[in-house]
C-alpha cells in the first residue's frame, strides 16, 4: 500500500469518520494496515454485521448507555507490578465498571459474537469496600482493622491541634486584635507589637519594611509534640496502606490474563460497533471476495459524491466489471475516467481496511499491494526529475511488487510526454502487465494511439450527450450553472470502446465553460483537417 495510492482515493476521507471510543480502539484504528487475509476480513465483516443487527435492536437509551461506558473506559496498566498505585488501581476499577455495563447492556447473541464475557466479581467486591463509588478507589479504612486505628489516633491529634489553635488565635485576637483566619501571615504596624518582648511567646515575628512586621503564629511547645506524633502515626499510615495495596496488587496481577480477553473482546467489539455506525450513516454494504472479475453495482465515491451535492448537482454511481488483467479506459476530461479509477481504488481500500463499502454490490479480490501512479503524483518531483521522471521512475518501484497481487492505477501516465512516444509506452507497459496474471491494472488516458492487445479490455466513458444541445444555454451563465449544465449532459458510463478516432467532447465542453465561439468553431475546423495541409 502506498501513500500515493491512498492519496489518490482520498481514503482518508471516510477513515477519519471511522471513530472507535476506546483507547483500546483507537490505537487499533491507528495500527490497521491493509488486509490481505480472507479469514481475517470474513470475521471483521461477519462482526460488523452483529453490530449492525444490534443497533437495529436498541433503543435511543440502550444506545446512549453503551456509548457512555465506551467513551468512558480507560486504559490500563499491563506491567505485572509488585505494588499498583492509588491511580493505577482506581484505572482498573474504572475499566471494569464500563467493561460490566457494556456486557450487561448487550443480548446473548452480542455478547457469544464478541467474546463479552465478565467473571470478576470478587475483584470488583475487592475494590468496592468503604462506600466508594463506582468510578473512585481510595485505600478505606475497611482494607485494614490497623490502617483504620492509626486514622482515628490521627484525627484524634488533629482535634486536639485545632483546639489548641483556636485558643492561640483567641489570645492573639484578644491582646491585639489580630484575625488570621486562614491566612498563613499577617502584616501589621510595628507600633502594634511594641514592646516586641511581649509578643514573641505567641508571634514569630519579622521585619517586612519600615513600618509593618510580617507575623506568624507561633507553635507552642505541646503542638509541637504533637505534630511530630502526627508525623510518625502518618509514616505509619503509609506502611499500612502500602500493605493494602500489594495485597490488592496480588490479586490484580492474577486477574491479568482475563484483563487481556476483556481487552481483546472490548476492541473487537468498539471496532465493530464503530464500522455498523459508518454502515448505518452512509448506506454502506459487505464487500464479496471472488477470484474473477472485479464488479462494481452502483459503486458510490463518498468525496464526490458529497461534492456534487454541495454543488447541487446529480451524482451518477459506477457500474462496471474488470474482467481482464489490464483495462484502458478513454474518455474527455470531466468525462468521468478518473473518478471511475479513484472510486474502485475507494472501494478496493474500505475492503481491504475491514469496512463495507458505498456501493450496491462490490465483488473484489486481495492484493498484497496497491500502486498509483499518474497525475498529480508528482506534484515535487524529487531529486530533479521531471513529471515523466517520476512517473516512470514510480513505475519501475512498483514492478518490483508484480509476483505478487497487486492492483494498479494509472491516471493519464506519461501525459506529459509528446502522445507518439506516451502511446508506445503506454501499450508497452500493456503488454508487460497483462502477462502478469496476479496483476489488476487500469489505465485512464486520452492517447487513442495504445495498441489494441489480446488479454487487454478497452472502455469509454460514454460522454456528452449532443442532443439538442444548445451551446447558447451556457451563454452568460456563472461557471456553477455551466458545470452543472455539463454534468447534467455527461453521462457517466463505461461503455465498450470499439477502436477508431472516437468522439471528441474537448470542444464543446470548452465551449460550455465559455470559450469564445468564433475560437470553438476553428478549433473544430483544425480537428477534420489534415495537419499536413495546414499552409504556414
Known amino acids: 500500500m502506498t501513500r500515493a495510492a491512498l492519496a489518490y482515493a482520498q481514503f482518508d476521507q471516510i477513515w477519519e469518520r471511522f471513530l472507535p471510543e476506546t483507547p483500546y480502539g483507537r490505537a487499533a484504528k491507528e495500527a490497521m494496515a491493509l488486509q490481505t487475509d480472507a479469514a481475517t476480513l470474513f470475521r471483521i465483516w461477519d462482526e460488523t454485521e452483529a453490530a449492525l443487527a444490534l443497533l437495529e435492536d436498541l433503543d435511543a437509551v440502550r444506545l446512549s448507555q453503551l456509548q457512555h461506558h465506551l467513551k468512558r473506559l480507560p486504559r490500563i496498566c499491563e506491567e505485572p507490578r509488585p505494588r499498583y498505585d492509588e491511580v493505577e488501581i482506581f484505572q482498573f476499577k474504572k475499566f471494569l465498571h464500563n467493561y460490566k455495563g457494556l456486557v450487561e447492556g448487550l443480548g446473548e447473541e452480542a455478547r457469544a459474537t464478541f467474546g463479552m464475557t465478565y467473571a470478576s466479581e470478587s475483584l470488583e467486591q475487592l475494590l468496592d469496600r468503604g462506600r466508594q463509588s463506582a468510578e473512585s478507589f481510595y485505600v478505606a479504612d475497611a482494607y485494614s482493622a490497623d490502617l483504620a486505628r492509626i486514622r482515628v489516633e490521627i484525627r484524634e491529634v488533629d482535634e486536639v491541634l485545632q483546639r489548641l489553635q483556636a485558643g492561640r488565635a483567641a489570645e492573639i485576637r484578644e491582646r491585639w486584635g489580630f484575625e488570621f483566619g486562614t491566612k498563613a501571615f499577617l502584616l501589621v504596624p510595628r507600633e502594634a507589637l511594641e514592646p516586641l518582648s511581649g509578643a514573641r511567646d505567641l508571634l514569630r515575628i519579622e521585619p517586612f519594611d519600615d513600618t509593618k512586621y510580617a507575623v506568624r503564629m507561633e507553635t507552642s511547645a505541646e503542638a509541637f509534640l504533637l505534630l511530630e506524633r502526627r508525623a510518625a502515626l502518618q509514616s505509619r499510615e503509609r506502611l499500612a496502606e502500602d500493605a493494602v495495596l500489594e495485597r490488592i496488587s496480588e490479586s490484580l496481577r492474577s486477574e491479568l490474563d482475563?484483563?487481556?480477553?476483556?481487552?481483546?473482546?472490548?476492541?473487537?467489539?468498539?471496532?465493530?460497533?464503530?464500522?455498523?455506525?459508518?454502515?448505518?450513516?452512509?448506506?454502506?454494504?459487505?464487500?464479496?471476495?471472488?477470484?474473477?472479475?472485479?464488479?462494481?453495482?452502483?459503486?458510490?465515491?463518498?468525496?464526490?459524491?458529497?461534492?456534487?451535492?454541495?454543488?447541487?448537482?446529480?451524482?451518477?454511481?459506477?457500474?462496471?466489471?474488470?474482467?481482464?488483467?489490464?483495462?484502458?479506459?478513454?474518455?474527455?476530461?470531466?468525462?468521468?475516467?478518473?473518478?471511475?479509477?479513484?472510486?474502485?481504488?475507494?472501494?478496493?481500500?474500505?475492503?481491504?481496511?475491514?469496512?463495507?463499502?458505498?456501493?450496491?454490490?462490490?465483488?473484489?479480490?486481495?492484493?498484497?499491494?496497491?500502486?498509483?501512479?499518474?497525475?498529480?503524483?508528482?506534484?515535487?518531483?524529487?531529486?530533479?526529475?521531471?513529471?515523466?521522471?517520476?512517473?516512470?521512475?514510480?513505475?519501475?518501484?512498483?514492478?518490483?511488487?508484480?509476483?505478487?497481487?497487486?492492483?494498479?492505477?494509472?491516471?493519464e501516465f506519461a501525459r506529459t510526454t509528446n502522445s507518439l512516444e506516451a502511446e508506445a509506452i503506454l501499450s508497452a507497459v500493456l503488454e508487460h502487465i497483462a502477462s502478469r496474471p496476479g496483476v489488476v491494472a487500469l489505465f485512464s488516458t486520452h492517447f487513442r494511439g495504445v495498441r489494441r492487445l489480446s488479454g487487454v479490455s478497452y472502455l469509454r466513458m460514454k460522454g456528452l450527450n449532443r442532443e439538442g444541445l444548445?451551446?447558447?444555454?451556457?451563454?452568460?451563465?456563472?461557471?456553477?450553472?455551466?458545470?452543472?449544465?455539463?454534468?447534467?449532459?455527461?453521462?457517466?458510463?463505461?461503455?465498450?470502446?470499439?477502436?477508431?478516432?472516437?468522439?471528441?467532447?474537448?470542444?464543446?465542453?470548452?465551449?460550455?465553460?465559455?470559450?469564445?465561439?468564433?475560437?470553438?468553431?476553428?478549433?473544430?475546423?483544425?480537428?477534420?483537417?489534415d495537419p499536413r495541409a495546414i499552409q504556414e
Open 470 to 529: 444548445d451551446l447558447d444555454l451556457a451563454s452568460g451563465q456563472a461557471l456553477e450553472a455551466r458545470i452543472r449544465l455539463i454534468d447534467q449532459r455527461m453521462e457517466f458510463h463505461l461503455v465498450p470502446d470499439e477502436g477508431g478516432p472516437g468522439a471528441s467532447d474537448a470542444i464543446t465542453v470548452a465551449g460550455l465553460l465559455g470559450l469564445d465561439a468564433s475560437i470553438a468553431q476553428r478549433a473544430t475546423d483544425f480537428l477534420h483537417i
Open 258 to 411: 482475563r484483563f487481556e480477553h476483556y481487552k481483546e473482546a472490548l476492541t473487537r467489539f468498539d471496532l465493530a460497533f464503530a464500522r455498523a455506525r459508518l454502515a448505518r450513516e452512509h448506506r454502506l454494504v459487505r464487500p464479496t471476495l471472488g477470484a474473477g472479475a472485479l464488479v462494481l453495482k452502483a459503486g458510490r465515491f463518498l468525496p464526490c459524491e458529497e461534492a456534487c451535492r454541495t454543488l447541487g448537482t446529480d451524482y451518477v454511481p459506477l457500474d462496471a466489471r474488470f474482467e481482464d488483467s489490464a483495462t484502458v479506459i478513454f474518455g474527455s476530461n470531466m468525462g468521468g475516467k478518473t473518478v471511475a479509477l479513484k472510486t474502485l481504488a475507494f472501494l478496493q481500500f474500505c475492503t481491504q481496511m475491514g469496512l463495507f463499502v458505498p456501493a450496491e454490490a462490490f465483488c473484489t479480490r486481495l492484493f498484497q499491494h496497491l500502486h498509483y501512479l499518474g497525475e498529480g503524483q508528482a506534484d515535487r518531483p524529487a531529486r530533479g526529475l521531471s513529471g515523466f521522471g517520476f512517473e516512470i521512475r514510480s513505475f519501475v518501484e512498483a514492478m518490483a511488487d508484480f509476483d505478487r497481487p497487486t492492483l494498479v492505477l494509472f491516471d
